[in-house]
T-cell receptor
Framework: DSGVTQTPKHLITATGQRVTLRCSPR?????VYWYQQSLDQGLQFLIQYYNGEERAKGNILERFSAQQFPDLHSELNLSSLELGDSALYFCASSVLTGGFTDTQYFGPGTRLTVL | GEDVEQSLFLSVREGDSSVINCTYTDSSSTYLYWYKQEPGAGLQLLTYIFSNMDMKQDQRLTVLLNKKDKHLSLRIADTQTGDSAIYFC???????????FGKGTTLSVSS
């Protein structure tokens, strides 16, 4: 158990809908990262928050957004869902801002299925 | 851009050693990671190596790093059926935030 929690574990929804994925980092970790794992693209970085502020952006679509709250939990919002958004979404956390020596610990993931 | 390459499949017999290889293009990373993903599960940090090291051993796991050739390997001694999983090589992006992952190597262990 990494100490990172994600809810829900599974989510099934229809195209055009909006969903929210939730992540609680390990105790003491200030950074939260979101990754998407799909069969064709592999594991791709979406976005990072550090202590409530957006820190870095990866291949995140404009239909997707995220935020980190004062209690450091984070939410990833996915809107206008398409079939291709079906994937496993991971949250990871680390102690500091993220860097070459800042190890990331991953949650169990949320499996999103868009029908 | 940065790239991390891994072979996709490896099949071994129980009790044999497994060697999973990874090559990368970015040479600025100071830590290189191995993550394990079991079926239906999340990513588990397996081990990591600092770039000023050539080798790191942790029980049945041995990580070898050849910085000149930008080659990283993970050796699992006495491979067990419980080691069957997908193994990912990962290193930090040049900017030092996101992890760049290889496609993952699926290790299949037969008894």
């Amino acid at each position: 158990d990494s100490g990172v929690t994600q809810t829900p574990k599974h989510l099934i929804t229809a195209t055009g809908q909006r969903v929210t994925l939730r992540c609680s980092p390990r105790s003491g970790d200030l950074s939260v990262y979101w990754y998407q794992q799909s069969l064709d693209q592999g594991l791709q970085f979406l976005i990072q928050y550090y202590n409530g502020e957006e820190r870095a952006k990866g291949n995140i679509l404009e239909r997707f957004s995220a935020q980190q709250f004062p209690d450091l939990h984070s939410e990833l919002n996915l809107s206008s869902l398409e079939l291709g958004d079906s994937a496993l979404y991971f949250c990871a956390s680390s102690v500091l801002t993220g860097g070459f020596t800042d190890t990331q610990y991953f949650g169990p993931g949320t499996r999103l299925t868009v029908l | 851009g940065e790239d991390v390459e891994q072979s996709l499949f490896l099949s071994v017999r129980e009790g044999d050693s497994s060697v999973i290889n990874c090559t990368y293009t970015d040479s600025s990373s100071t830590y290189l990671y191995w993550y394990k993903q079991e079926p239906g599960a999340g990513l588990q940090l397996l081990t990591y190596i600092f770039s000023n090291m050539d080798m790191k051993q942790d029980q049945r796991l041995t990580v070898l790093l050849n910085k000149k050739d930008k080659h990283l390997s993970l050796r699992i001694a006495d491979t067990q059926t419980g080691d069957s999983a997908i193994y990912f090589c990962a290193l930090p992006h040049q900017a030092g935030t996101a992890l760049i992952f290889g496609k993952g190597t699926t290790l299949s262990v037969s008894s």
